[in-house]
């Protein structure tokens, strides 16, 4: 079987010209490091899986591209290459906006070597848990409030999930960029939570 994924072929082929070479030189990197790594497509981008688990991922934006690791926070950085959380953007390797950007071909390939020991080792990341300040300040919207109160079982649920849960559904309608994508994912979120799934639950095992 294939470790490639055409999807992540037209996500190539469809992003900026400064992009591809990009894309092309970091994915090859990790196939050359990791072998037996799957392509999968994610959250609207290319993921790499390894053993069962997510690797790592990257991305194409206007001006620049990122790269990340999906364990990073539980991972040694002795080349200091990763950039701090939060400053630049996705990814783990600031904002790539040309093949010089990327760390050396042997550098990136021992940050992989490194990614697929912690998959092979089972190792999980261990989520922070939130202060009751944030959970104070989580605000259900109006819109999906309404829609929750036309399906009791979905509302039920939905009060009983757990912070981090409410949060990620929440978070996930309100990225919407249109009305229509924004209802769509109400719609969606409604049925999943009715069936009592969190927003990622398809990705447990990942």
């Not at 001006?63 to 400053?87: L, Q, R, V, Y």
Request: hydrophobic residues 35%; contains cysteine; aromatic residues 12%.
């Amino acid at each position: 079987m294939s470790k490639y994924d055409p999807r992540v072929d037209a996500y190539i082929a469809k992003s900026a010209d400064f992009a591809q070479p990009i894309l092309e030189h970091l994915r090859e990197v990790v196939h050359t490091a990791c072998p037996d790594v799957e392509e999968t497509w994610k959250w609207s981008f290319p993921c790499f899986m390894y053993n069962g688990a997510m690797m790592c991922n990257l991305a194409a934006f206007k001006a620049h591209c990122s790269f990340g690791f999906w364990k990073a926070s539980i991972m040694a950085d002795p080349d200091n290459i990763f950039t701090e959380p939060g400053k630049t953007g996705m990814g783990h390797l600031g904002k790539i906006s040309g093949l010089k950007d990327i760390p050396k071909d042997a550098i990136l390939k021992k940050y992989i070597k490194a990614a697929m020991k912690l998959n092979d080792e089972g190792a999980k990341v261990a989520r922070p848990k939130p202060t009751e300040k944030e959970k104070k300040e989580l605000v259900t919207p109006t819109y999906f409030t309404a829609a929750l109160g036309k399906n009791k079982k979905a509302k039920e649920v939905f009060n009983a999930f757990s912070y981090s849960h409410r949060k990620e559904y929440i978070q996930w309608m309100e990225e919407a960029k249109t009305d229509a994508t924004r209802d769509k994912r109400v719609a969606q979120a409604i049925e999943w939570i009715e069936e009592g799934k969190d927003r990622n639950w398809k990705y447990k095992n990942c």
